[in-house]
């Protein structure tokens, strides 16, 4: 069975730093990979996913994710954050196998004006 | 497209009475799942339908957990009795394809006390 570890639990940082959240898998098959993002009372959002093809993976605002096959990892960055971003993101990984969508623990970002 | 429906969004009720949650996915999406999310963690499946039929619920508490789909569309998951650690958001999902990723209902949150 897979699983999903998110490094940190809680990142603070200043508007305009540079946020980078670090996801790593354990799954020895072919995975496909998401990030998603919880703001505030919403309810969870896709931010980007990766199946195949260019390893660096484009999502919505501004965000982008890296696969790493090697360190099977998927670390999720942003140049320049706002306070906007203020929320709780989730990596999540599934096989090809199947459709369940196993969940990291997730990472508290608190971006301060 | 509408979203995941749920209701209700709050619930709160005394350890050993019973509780049931609804969810109607988005239109034309087979599978639909229930995720649990405790405060703090990130969410873990509790059951996955694909039309009307089980495919996983092997980390459903079946002992006290249920869940039906009938007719292939709504959803509801029933807790009997419920006990202190089942406070949590109970998180319905909906998928047309693996590769498209979840769309998220809002959730109900359910306090146990």
């Known amino acids: 069975a897979q699983s999903v570890s998110q490094h940190n639990h809680h990142v603070i940082l200043s508007e305009a730093a540079s946020l980078e959240l670090g996801c790593n898998y354990s799954y020895g098959g072919t995975v496909n990979l998401f990030w998603y993002v919880q703001y505030p009372g919403q309810h969870l959002q896709l931010l980007l996913k990766?199946?195949?093809?260019?390893?660096l993976v484009k999502g919505i605002k501004g965000f982008e994710a890296e696969f790493i096959k090697s360190k099977f990892s998927f670390n999720l960055r942003k140049p320049s954050v706002q306070w906007s971003d203020t929320a709780e993101y989730f990596c999540?990984?599934?096989?090809?196998?199947?459709?369940?969508?196993?969940f990291g623990g997730g990472t508290r970002v608190l971006v301060k004006p | 497209e509408a979203g995941v429906a749920q209701s209700p969004r709050y619930k709160i009720i005394e350890k050993r009475q019973s509780v049931a949650f609804w969810c109607n996915p988005i239109s034309g999406h087979a599978t639909l799942y229930w995720y649990q999310q405790i405060l703090g963690q990130g969410p873990k499946l509790l059951i996955q339908?694909?039309?009307?039929?089980?495919?996983?619920d092997s980390q459903l508490p079946k002992d006290r957990f249920s869940a039906e789909r009938l007719k292939g569309v709504d959803s509801t998951l029933k807790i009997q009795p419920a006990k202190l650690e089942d406070s949590a958001v109970y998180l319905c999902a909906s998928s047309l394809r693996a590769a498209d990723g979840y769309t998220f209902g809002s959730g109900t949150r359910l306090t146990v006390v």
């Open positions: 999540a990984v599934n096989t090809a196998a199947g459709n369940k969508l196993t």
């Open positions: 990766y199946f195949s093809g260019d390893p």
């Open positions: 339908f694909q039309n009307n039929g089980v495919v996983d």
